[in-house]
């Protein structure tokens, strides 16, 4: 994004969500902490090159207890652009009985932003999985710019229709962008609305409280083009950039432009 493609009132806060030590009931596969902490150094020497605005400010959340020694250091002696960031040690990360990940996931967001001082001194957060990194991210946000009269948009996520044999809709969760004021009156403390049929994962619950926007100024329910995440799926143990990933985002590319209103 050039600079003053957005308004100077306008500050971005990349918000990091990470656990080392995924609890047992996680169902994880990559689930081996010294794998999952290089994941999480190589995503934040990323985020710190980055010039793009969408990273200028970064926050860190940790909830497993771990040490958070090399991240300050990279942070001081890998910061070649003297962004601010903070990095925040959350504890809880006790999955209740008859939830997922999801709850422990957004109890660190309400928790970590709650105590965060780079929130106060920004307007929008994007939030991402701290083991990932979204090369694309900052044209996807310029373009959606753009699109909103040069305003940052209020919220932007990628929502999708499942296929068989799933069914229904939800939301990627591995990346969205919104205000703080969308956050808070929307997505704060919607952890205890999770149950164990319809809203049981945290898709399917952001999903649910987003679709309620459709429409509003501002609100984009699916990214203006791919962002393709780079790293290792938690769930699957596989890195995204394997066989046959290049087609499915190629399709995917090319029914954003001809057929953006596919997945509704």
Known sequence: MAAGTLKESHAFLLVMTATIHPAATAGVRRADPNARLEDYKDALRFWLRLAHPVAANILLLENSGADLTEFHTISRV????????????????????????????????????????????????VKVTGRLTFPAVGRALDMAVRRN??????????????????????????????????????????????????????????????????????????????????????FKGRS?????????????????????WYWF
């Open 149 to 234: 009269g040069g305003q940052a948009p209020e919220l932007m996520v990628d929502c999708r229709k499942l296929g068989f044999p799933r069914r229904g809709h939800d939301c990627a969760v591995q990346l969205w962008v919104c205000s703080h004021s969308f956050y808070d009156r929307v997505l704060c403390d919607s952890r205890e609305e999770m149950n164990s049929t319809n809203l049981r994962l945290l898709e399917q619950l952001v999903y649910h409280k987003v679709v309620a926007e459709k429409g509003k100024p501002g609100v984009f329910l699916r990214f203006p083009c791919n962002v393709d995440p780079v790293g290792y799926s938690g």
């Open 78 to 125: 890998e910061n070649p652009l003297g962004k601010r960031v903070e990095i925040l040690s959350i504890p809880g990360n006790v999955i209740p009985e008859g939830r997922n990940y999801g709850y422990t996931e957004l109890k660190m967001l309400d928790d970590g932003l709650a105590q965060s001082r780079l929130r106060q001194q920004t307007t929008h957060m």
């Open 240 to 260: 995204y950039q394997g066989q046959g990933a290049a087609v499915v985002s190629a399709v995917r590319a090319i029914l954003r432009v001809i057929a953006p």
